[in-house]
C-alpha cells in the first residue's frame, strides 16, 4: 500500500496560486489528482504518467493548473493559477492501480488525506 501525504493548501482570494504536493512512501506509480466539493462527488482534476510524465486534464482546469513530478522525491506537484471560488474543494491525490479509465476514481488504489483549497472572491 502507497502512503500518500499532501500538503500545500489554504485560503486564498480569485485569481491567486497555490502549489500543492503529494509526498508518496514509494515510487512507480501514475498519480492523480481528484477533489471533491461539499455536497458533490469527487472528480477528476489531473493526471500524470510514471513512464513518461504523459499529462492529462479535466476540462474545468486545463490551461490553469499543472501536474508534475519529481521522481527523486517521490512527490507529485499541482499547480493551480488563476485560483476561481469554483475551484473551493477539498483535494486529494491517488495512486493509479488497475483500469482502463485514468479518470476513474475507482482504479485508484490508494489516496491520501486531503488538503482544502478554499478560493473567495
Known amino acids: 500500500q502507497v502512503q500518500l501525504v499532501e500538503s500545500g493548501g489554504g485560503l486564498v482570494q480569485a485569481g491567486d496560486s497555490l502549489r500543492l504536493s503529494c509526498a508518496a512512501s514509494?515510487?512507480?506509480?501514475?498519480m492523480g489528482w481528484f477533489r471533491q466539493a461539499p455536497g458533490k462527488e469527487r472528480e477528476f482534476v489531473a493526471v500524470?504518467?510514471?513512464?513518461?510524465?504523459?499529462?492529462y486534464y479535466s476540462d474545468s482546469v486545463k490551461g490553469r493548473f499543472t501536474v508534475s513530478r519529481d521522481n527523486a522525491k517521490n512527490t507529485v506537484y499541482l499547480q493551480m493559477n488563476s485560483l476561481k471560488p469554483e475551484d473551493t474543494a477539498v483535494y486529494y491525490c491517488a495512486a493509479y492501480y488497475t483500469g482502463s479509465s485514468v479518470y476513474d476514481s475507482g482504479n485508484y488504489a490508494s489516496w491520501g488525506q486531503g488538503t482544502q483549497v478554499t478560493v473567495s472572491s
Open positions: 514509494v515510487s512507480g506509480y501514475t
Open positions: 500524470i504518467s510514471w513512464r513518461d510524465s504523459s499529462t
